[in-house]
């Protein structure tokens, strides 16, 4: 199964955003949606090209609410993600699975459990969501769409997820990649990207 995750704009609440507007809500109602990371959404569909045709189609909602989305094929990598461009050129054959792994943008991964040892305070983000769901949608929602969108951001604000922070672009040489050097984080994250996206 490949998966797919969308990384939400820090500005805004991205769970909230895509469940209260209809025709997002209806694109992602077939999946089980799960929430890996602090303000991200992730989901499993058939294939690479099943992923790209999903991002396709909520493009109007990923311009507006979405920082990045990524993609995991196994046939590629177990651990590593692939960015959109890259899944869409390995969908059109323009690209094939063992030239995808050296141009990367890492990040670093805060676990849940770091961060409350910290002292990271997560209720702001958690209360947001709960305001948000209570308020309007102004979309002509029925009664029960908003209960749904209110159960949804109250089973949010009960769970703290992992935090992605800064990325470091990098290129593996030699198959290693170089250390993620920015903050001391408990892990990292990998994407892989097309020569095209890479900004070091």
């Given amino acids: 199964m490949t998966r797919v995750c969308l990384l939400g704009s820090p500005e805004v609440n991205l769970q909230y955003e895509l469940l209260s507007r209809e025709t997002s809500r209806d694109a992602l109602a077939t999946y089980d949606l799960e929430r890996p990371f602090e303000n991200a959404l992730a989901l499993r569909t058939v294939s690479v090209g099943a992923a790209v045709s999903l991002l396709n189609d909520l493009q109007w909602y990923l311009v507006r609410f979405v920082d990045e989305a990524i993609v995991q094929e196994p046939s590629v990598s177990e651990t590593e993600w692939l960015s959109r461009g890259l899944a869409e ?112």
């Fill in 89 to 200: 050129e390995l969908r059109n054959g323009e690209t094939r699975p063992d030239e995808t792994g050296e141009f990367l943008k890492v990040y670093g991964l805060e676990t849940a459990d770091a961060a409350v040892s910290a002292g990271t305070d997560t209720s702001a983000e958690t209360e947001t969501e709960a305001t948000a769901t209570r308020g309007t949608t102004g979309g002509g929602e029925t009664e029960s769409e908003t209960r749904a969108d209110t159960e949804t951001a109250a089973d949010a604000a009960a769970y703290t997820a992992d935090r992605l922070v800064e990325p470091l672009y990098v290129r593996r040489t030699d198959g290693e990649i170089p250390e993620y050097d920015l903050r001391d984080v408990d892990d990292t994250l990998v994407v892989r990207l097309t020569e095209g996206e890479f900004s070091p």
